[in-house]
């Protein structure tokens, strides 16, 4: 994850306008065809629409290192039990990789209404992608854990497909959100009686659609000049032990509590715990989260970079990255070979993760995988009477 970072000065400058995007984070490119399913959504294909605003460098290289985050944290689980130092890690990067990834998708969800265009998207960029891969997987985890009986389960996202269920909830509430007084206090609120409140079940994944909701509703509010106060050189300087803190915080915590509280998919008696505990933890990861969010965006380059188009492919990473996650569980790579545990085992076991989902987010593995992520669908859906006019004028 290593990349040239040039530390940024007083600038001001603001950040290009914010461009809608239906699936927010990670956003596939654009379809071949000009029409995206779950990308930016500014453009129209009719005569005389603006033409599609350019990609914004610092997002796209902002999911790209935040998916590799993400592939290298699913590295270091098997690890966990055995390093402290992995563990230490493990902790730190769970506290801010997904804020990050729903912060953004938040933000990038700020123009979402009920419009038909934009319902479509979200159907074919996430809806619909979330179907696949949940049926996929399922086939999956009975072919390599030799689990005939595991059941097809819309209801009960398996593994990584718990973003794109909760992704469609997070966006087909933004209207609601838009029209409260008080949305970030109150999806706080939300959020920590989630915590404390065991008989949610496991539904949609509830627990995590609604603990990790504050993140999506700030992202909603914020604006370009809150991504340029992150960027500011004090920050930077700043974000530096503030890092070095958290490791250390969480090294001395490794042994003394779960990590299970960073996936936020309990509540705190299901994780043995009082209930209060649940509503402290909840408050203190969310500070915890949003300043090491702030911390990695000040360090996140701004101009356009190597990686940066790979940014755009970061769905297909995130979604295809977990069979190999799973099934070197599966198939026991972490048992098997001993020496993966071993210092340099874990760093070349870090390397193939970043490897691998780099590939993964690469413009061929889109192509061939377009069918799944970015379905065009025109056969399922209406055609719009409103864009027929403006094409016939």
């Known amino acids: 994850m290593t990349n040239s970072l040039r530390p940024g000065g007083h600038q001001r400058n603001p950040l290009p306008p914010v461009r809608e995007q239906s699936s927010a984070v990670p956003t596939p490119r654009p379809s071949q065809g000009g029409t995206d399913a779950s990308a930016e959504a500014g453009a129209q294909s009719a005569p005389g629409a603006k033409p599609a605003k350019q990609r914004d460098a610092f997002f796209d290289n902002a999911k790209y290192l935040a998916i590799v985050l993400v592939a290298m944290g699913h590295s270091w689980e098997p690890l ?115 915590s404390i409140s065991p008989d949610i079940g496991d539904d949609l994944d509830l627990q995590r659609v609604l603990q990790f909701l504050p993140f999506f509703v700030i992202g909603l509010f914020m604006k370009p000049e809150h991504f340029q106060l992150a960027r500011r050189r004090e920050v930077k300087l700043l974000s530096i032990p503030v890092f070095a803190c958290a490791l250390l915080l969480a090294y001395w915590a490794g042994p003394r509590m779960t990590s299970a509280w960073f996936y936020h998919r309990d509540s705190a008696q299901e994780l043995g715990a009082p209930w209060w505990s649940g509503v402290v933890m909840t408050l203190a990861l969310l500070g915890c989260s949003l300043v090491l969010v702030a911390c990695f965006f000040a360090w996140v380059p701004k101009r356009k970079m190597w990686f940066t188009v790979l940014g755009a492919g970061t769905l297909y990473g995130y979604l295809l990255h977990g069979f190999l996650a799973k099934g070197s569980r599966f198939w026991g790579w972490f048992d098997e070979y001993e020496w993966l545990h071993k210092p340099l085992g874990e760093v070349f076991v870090t390397v193939v993760a970043a490897a691998v989902v780099t590939a993964l987010c690469t413009p061929p593995v889109q192509r061939a995988f377009r069918f799944a992520m970015e379905p065009k669908m025109e056969w399922a859906f209406k055609r719009d009477a409103a864009a027929i006019a403006r094409h016939r004028r």
């Open 80 to 194: 966990t039990d055995g390093s402290r130092a992995a563990e230490a890690l493990y902790m730190t990067v769970y506290t801010f990789h997904m804020p990050a990834f729903i912060l953004i998708s938040g933000y990038f969800s700020r123009s979402f209404d009920m419009r038909a265009d934009r319902l479509k998207r979200l159907v074919t960029g996430v809806l619909v992608p979330f179907v696949i891969f949940e049926v996929a997987y399922t086939f999956f985890k009975r072919w390599a854990d030799d689990d005939p009986t595991q059941p097809i389960s819309l209801l009960d996202p398996w593994y990584l497909t718990w973003f794109l269920a909760a992704l469609f909830v997070w966006r087909m509430t933004t209207p609601l959100w838009k029209l409260v007084r008080w949305p970030i206090p109150l999806s706080i609120a939300i959020a920590v009686l989630a």
